[in-house]
């Protein structure tokens, strides 16, 4: 059974944010297949219990991160850098305004005025897809939304065992199957990564929410479409000694949590749309393919 949509109540002047209910239980997190990156950290398979909580049915969307800023004047953590990294066969930018690619990930190019209002580039606007996740946000912007909103990010146990939707032990958020019956269940890279995406899911980039089907609770795209920041440090070892009852994350790590995978994942080099898969960035850093999304405070 699918999770029932719960409009929430918006605290005055913020974006209204539709919540679904995720029942407290048990459930087994991390890798049960052995597909995961040993330096990631997604093994042992371990027992977590977690308290009911509500949590977003999609991702928080540009339309929604715009209400924030017009009510705070918030400015993102990539507007005061002055850039910020986009997929090359996304940029829109010319010239002076290509800062340069990543070392050893020549796909993502520093773009001066990249950020969740210009998605790719400074000729770009948010307004032409209101309705897809927003991006170009740190883990710090993503906090600074959720204290406006009264919200918070997930814990990373919260966000798996909802991305599970009731299921035990498989592999994706639908099943163990990635296409089944032939069907594109999430927003992720076909054909030869970085230069030829077949399209084959519909999408280059991130895709509106709700463009594939939600999982058993209600959730959609917990898999692919955009990194979603979880509240946690990332910690590696962390499995093997994390408390059982709504454990919290470690106290230390080299960055913070980062969960689903993205548009750009492709089992040739970053097969993490897997929903036990995981990864972790500086709470500063931002990019074209990383947003979040919230719960509820009760």
Not at 89 to 100: E, H
Not at 176 to 194: A, K, M, S, V
Not at 220 to 247: H, I, M, Q
Request: charged fraction near 20%; glycine fraction near 12%.
């Amino acid at each position: 059974m699918h999770g029932q949509d719960t409009e929430e109540t918006a605290p005055s002047g913020t974006a209204a944010h539709v919540d679904v209910p995720v029942p407290s239980g048990v459930f087994r997190m991390g890798d049960a297949f052995g597909e995961g990156y040993p330096t990631d950290g997604e093994a042992p398979v371990h027992e977590v219990a977690l308290d009911a909580f509500r949590i977003d049915a999609t991702a928080v969307t540009n339309s929604m991160f715009a209400a924030f800023v017009e009510a705070t004047g918030y400015r993102t953590e990539a507007e005061q850098y002055g850039s910020s990294a986009v997929f090359h066969l996304l940029s829109t930018a010319t010239g002076d305004d290509v800062l340069g690619a990543a070392a050893g990930a020549p796909w993502w190019l520093n773009i001066r005025g990249a950020d969740w209002a210009h998605p790719f580039g400074p000729t770009s606007d948010w307004t032409e897809i209101p309705e897809h996740p927003v991006v170009h946000v740190s883990w710090h912007d993503a906090q600074a939304y959720c204290r406006w909103a009264g919200r918070r990010l997930p814990t990373e146990a919260e966000w798996e065992y909802a991305a599970r939707g009731g299921l035990t032990g498989k592999r994706y958020a639908w099943g163990d199957e990635l296409t089944p019956d032939g069907e594109h269940r999430c927003n992720i890279w076909q054909g030869t990564f970085p230069t030829t995406n077949t399209r084959d899911d519909g999408y280059l980039g991130t895709a509106p929410v709700r463009s594939f089907p939600p999982n058993g609770y209600g959730l959609y795209e917990v898999a692919g479409n955009v990194w979603e920041w979880c509240n946690d440090w990332f910690l590696p070892k962390y499995y093997r000694t994390s408390p059982r009852e709504n454990p919290k994350g470690p106290t230390i790590g080299a960055g913070r949590v980062m969960r689903g995978g993205s548009y750009l994942c492709h089992d040739s080099y970053c097969n993490r749309y897997r929903v036990s898969a995981r990864t972790s960035n500086t709470p500063d850093s931002s990019s074209g393919n990383c947003g979040f999304r919230t719960i509820g405070l009760t």
